[in-house]
Every structure is written in C-alpha cells, then in structure tokens.
C-alpha cells in the first residue's frame, strides 16, 4: 500500500492562511483537502496538506469516503492546533486578522476530549 497516490487529484476544499513561526517570518500556506478515492475493496483514501508549511502528508484512510474526508479534516485542525500551540501565529490571507484556537475550532472542528 503507498502511502498516497503520485497526484493529488482533485481538490474538494481549500482555504489560505498566512502562518508566522514565533521567531520567524511569515509565509502564505494553502490548507487542502483531495476528493476521496476507493482504495480498495475495503478502504478510502483522501489527500491532505498544507502547502507551503510541511511536506505532502500520507493520504487519510478511512473504511468509507466520509471517515477519510473526516481524518483529513482532522489532521489539518491538528496540524494547525499544534503550530499554534508552540508560538506560531495564524492569520487570515484576506483580512489579516489572527485565527487563535477558538479560530481553528470554529473552522475544523472542536479539539479531542470535547475541551474548548
């Protein structure tokens, strides 16, 4: 099994952000999400990244399309909850204005564990 496929395929959703590491200079990044394929017989798969912040990451797995747009969904919130949580600063591409984490929830969803 590869751990994604060579292309990303079509895209299903996107949003950009303008992220700035705690010491560091900002940099646009592209938050996106693939149209989940039929793995196999048993399984889905969704691509998922954030351009211009960390490489491709492997495809999310899921046993059906929704549970893989879900894990990718998922991975993009976590992603930018950790960013966050060691000093970085997310901000709006459009606007300017700074996502916090009540930010990132609003958009991908509440954390783990039901914490607000």
């Known amino acids: 099994m590869k751990l994604r496929r060579k292309l990303f395929g079509s895209e299903v959703a996107s949003c950009e952000y303008v992220f700035q590491a705690k010491a560091g200079r900002r940099r646009r990044v592209l938050a996106r999400i693939g149209k989940p394929y039929r793995e196999s017989s048993r399984g889905w798969a ?10 491709r990451y ?5 046993v059906d399309s929704m549970q893989a747009l879900c894990l990718a969904t998922w991975l993009i919130r976590s992603r930018f909850e950790d960013f966050i949580a060691k000093g970085g600063r997310v901000f709006d591409a ?6 916090g984490a009540r930010g990132v929830m609003a958009t991908f969803g509440p954390v783990s564990g039901g914490a607000a």
Do not use: H, Y
């Not at 969704?46 to 490489?55: A, D, K, L, S, T």
């Open 58 to 62: 492997p495809d999310a797995r899921g």
């Open 94 to 99: 459009q606007d300017g204005s700074e996502w």
């Open 46 to 55: 969704c691509p998922v990244e954030i351009r211009g912040f960390e490489p």
